[in-house]
């Protein structure tokens, strides 16, 4: 048998590499998948990467090169905001604001959603679609009457912002955390009670820790929603920008430097990161939660 024939035989029996969930991929797909997959990167991670290095620059550089990187490649600006006492006053009313508001959404999302999945009572469905109709209103159509609201009621500053936030969370989490609560084994209730636990310590001892998957996801979410609120600060929180929270703390120092650009994107910047950074660190357990309300 000559080479050329052992050859055609070798590569006649070579089988295309399998694909993991079954059947066979051809090798360009996978190339054309990796760069699909990078150009989304690219689109997502390009403008921030932007606006931190914008960060760096001069103003002169901005002007002179939009596209480049900064050169030369200068401190100052960051250091400028992260010096003076306004941007940490308003990270720190954002914190408060996030915090309260994240810590009330799971402990009164997970008071609702116990008996909505747990116990059976006439009119259980009702509540649960007059929780979910909660949706169909989001707040910038309600944010003038309950501006209004507040303001008769004597609330203002940060609890203003709190209130109405944990509010308007409370829909998602309870659809979020019922079938989540629902899927928990019944056999474990029962034998609770077998052993003496009344249900309100089934709740706080047994419930809470095997729910803490998708306690953490509507946290995230609660957390991440509250962050970045903008329009109800918007009504609330005028007049002293040491009052405010970040999101419009960067409007109303955008209208304070609006010819400083660099230090602009600077600001911007250091007001988005930590938000990112945190979304970051929880991912994964957003995945876990959302994924074990599917299954429930």
């Known amino acids: 048998m000559s080479v050329d024939t052992q050859r055609a035989g070798a590569s006649s029996t070579r089988t295309p590499r399998p694909r993991r969930g079954g059947g066979l991929m051809p090798e360009g797909s996978t190339y054309l998948a990796i760069g699909i997959g990078l150009v989304g990167v690219a689109l ?5 990467a932007y606006l931190i290095l914008g960060g760096f620059r001069t103003q ?16 100052q600006n960051y250091w ?4 003076g006492p306004l941007f940490w006053r308003q990270l720190l009313n954002s914190t408060l604001v996030a915090v309260a508001t994240t810590a009330a959404v799971v402990l009164f999302g997970t008071m609702a959603a116990y008996p909505l999945s747990r116990y059976r009572f006439r009119g259980r469905e009702l509540v649960f679609v007059i929780f979910t109709t909660g949706l169909m209103f989001p ?41 989540f609560i629902a899927a928990l084994p019944k056999e474990l209730e029962e034998a609770s009670f077998m052993d003496g636990i009344t249900r309100i310590g089934f709740f706080w001892r047994m419930l809470l ?39 419009l703390g960067v409007t109303t120092f ?30 994964r357990r957003i995945v876990d939660g959302l994924t074990g309300a599917v299954k429930g």
């Open 139 to 179: 707040l910038t159509v309600a944010v003038l009457p309950l501006y209004l609201l507040l303001r008769d009621l004597g609330i203002s500053g940060l609890w203003g912002l709190v209130i109405p936030q944990i509010a308007f969370a409370l829909p998602v989490t309870i659809i979020i955390l019922r079938p």
């Open 60 to 75: 002169g550089d901005l002007a002179a090169n939009p596209t480049g990187l900064p050169d030369p490649f200068q401190w």
């Open 209 to 247: 820790p095997l729910a803490r998957p998708a306690m953490v996801t509507v946290g995230v979410l609660a957390f991440i929603g509250s962050w970045n609120a903008y329009l109800l600060p918007l009504l609330l929180l005028t007049g002293d920008p040491s009052g405010m929270t970040l999101p």
């Open 80 to 83: 400028e905001i992260l010096s």
């Open 44 to 48: 997502t991670l390009g403008p921030i």
């Open 254 to 283: 955008q209208g304070q430097h609006s010819a400083a650009t660099t230090m602009i994107m600077a600001y911007t910047s250091l007001a988005m990161l930590p938000a990112l950074a945190f979304f970051l660190l929880m991912e």
